[in-house]
């Protein structure tokens, strides 16, 4: 089946610090690239889609210029979190779609913690 | 996308058929059902999905009743490794890319 990997797996930063996450299909091309955050006990929330070589879209209250998320291949992905604040802990995760496909494959996720 | 209902948990016993239900009583006639299961601390996983007719994969059996208002998930013999969070999905699927919202799901525990 196809495989989304995401790097690192978990992170710890200082407040104030940026943060870049990766997300990569890796026997796949993924046209759309999806971002997620969960917070614990909590569904996942969708923060914005990708298209490969377009902007990407955020939900409504996700701030573009915080969760920066770049698209620039069909098979990585990143979302940087710009000056990180504790309350931007959470689980981080990446989900991938092959053009013409229905399943959405997802990686492993990222925890991120903000001290 | 559809308003899902499912319950918030049930308990199967190890070697049972777990049926898990989803209501989707506002379903549109261009929108799939998803299912995708969340184990402790990693990344959802895909298991099945159907439209009107149901399906059946190595994971599982999706049946979807004829007014498509609902459905039921079925792990035919339930392991300990089945014990997850499952989310009913309703999303439009075409050419372009789709979304998928996410509910609170089911959280299944599978017991020895």
């Known amino acids: 089946g196809a495989v989304v990997s995401q790097h690192p797996s978990w992170v710890i930063c200082k407040s104030g610090t940026s943060v870049k996450i990766e997300c990569r299909s890796l026997d796949f091309q993924a046209t759309t690239m999806f971002w997620y955050r969960q917070f614990p006990k909590q569904s996942l929330m969708l923060m914005a889609t990708s298209n490969e070589g377009s902007k990407a879209t955020y939900e409504q209250g996700v701030e573009k210029d915080k969760f920066l998320i770049n698209h620039a291949s069909l098979t990585l992905s990143t979302l940087t979190v710009t000056s990180a604040h504790p309350e931007d802990s959470s689980f981080y995760i990446c989900?991938?779609?092959?053009?013409?496909?229905?399943?959405?494959?997802f990686g492993p996720g990222t925890r991120l913690t903000v001290t | 996308d559809a308003k899902t209902t499912q319950p918030t948990s049930m308990d199967c016993a190890e070697g049972r058929a777990a049926n898990l239900p989803c209501n989707h009583s506002t379903i549109s006639g261009n929108e799939y059902v998803y299912w995708y299961r969340q184990i402790h601390s990693q990344g959802p996983q895909y298991i099945i999905h159907g439209l009107k007719n149901n399906e059946t994969n190595e994971m599982a059996s999706l049946i979807i009743t004829e007014d498509r208002k609902s459905s039921t998930l079925i792990l035919p013999h339930a392991t300990l490794r089945d014990t997850a969070v499952y989310y009913c999905?309703?999303?439009?699927?075409?050419?372009?890319?789709?979304?998928?919202?996410f509910g609170k799901g089911t959280k299944l525990s599978v017991i020895p």
């Open positions: 999905i309703g999303t439009a699927s075409g050419a372009g890319s789709y979304q998928l919202t």
């Open positions: 989900s991938a779609k092959a053009g013409g496909q229905f399943e959405q494959y």
